[in-house]
């Protein structure tokens, strides 16, 4: 079972959902093919449930998940949803969300409190403005009316639309049709870190 020898450590894991895919796929199978191995995954459930000293996951798999916690770990489950997002490989929007930390990813935004990092975006948004949004808490994009749709996909944070007060959250896309203005806002917390799909108004 290559590093994970230890079968207390990997179902400790598996219960902590820090395994990969592959990992996990591998306890799938020692689950189905085992019910000695299902019994000490549901005695390891109940000790972890109860919190008890004698019963501690091993420390690898608390360091996965305050490591998922950091960085641009704490976008993991997001980057499949990137990456359909701006159309590139999950490669690419790992290694994009890994930049964000980077303070010379970022250049000036239009306004105060913000700040842009343009992406190169896959062939399906060719003739799109595909760029990642950082608002500092507080921080306002102020009035302006979509020349054509736009589509932005909240990584962090939050924020409010100023007019209608509807807040946008982590995970969530906020569509927006052509000719439709609002302001927002980003809410109390961490920075609002958006992506956002801009097509780009045709030449009168």
């Given at each position: 079972m290559g590093e994970h020898d230890d079968l207390q450590g990997l179902?400790?894991?598996?219960?902590?959902?820090?395994?990969?895919?592959e990992e996990r796929a591998e306890v799938d199978a020692l689950l189905e093919a085992s019910p000695a191995v299902v019994a000490r995954l549901k005695e390891l459930e109940r000790s972890m449930s109860l919190v008890t000293a004698s019963q501690k996951p091993p420390a690898s798999a608390w360091a996965k998940v305050a490591a998922s916690l950091?960085?641009?770990?704490?976008?993991?489950h997001l980057v499949p949803k990137l990456a359909e997002h701006f159309d590139v490989s999950e490669a690419a929007a790992r290694a994009l969300v890994s930049s964000f930390?980077?303070?010379a990813s970022w250049s000036p935004g239009p306004a105060?409190?913000?700040?842009?990092?343009?992406?190169?975006?896959?062939?399906?948004?060719a003739g799109y403005m595909?760029?990642?949004?950082?608002?500092?808490?507080?921080?306002?994009?102020?009035?302006?009316?979509?020349?054509?749709?736009?589509?932005v996909l909240v990584l962090e944070g939050g924020y409010r639309d100023d007019q209608s007060g509807q807040e946008f959250w982590r995970g969530e896309i906020d569509v927006r049709a052509e000719g439709t203005s609002h302001s927002f806002t980003a809410v109390a917390g961490?920075?609002?870190?958006?992506?956002?799909?801009?097509?780009?108004?045709?030449?009168?």
């Open positions: 179902l400790a894991e598996y219960a902590l959902g820090t395994l990969t895919p950091e960085g641009g770990g704490r976008f993991e930390d980077d303070p105060e409190g913000l700040e842009l990092l343009t992406v190169a975006a896959g062939p399906k948004w595909t760029v990642v949004v950082r608002l500092q808490p507080g921080a306002q994009l102020p009035m302006h009316t979509h020349a054509a749709r736009e589509q961490p920075p609002c870190i958006c992506a956002s799909v801009v097509q780009l108004a045709e030449e009168p």
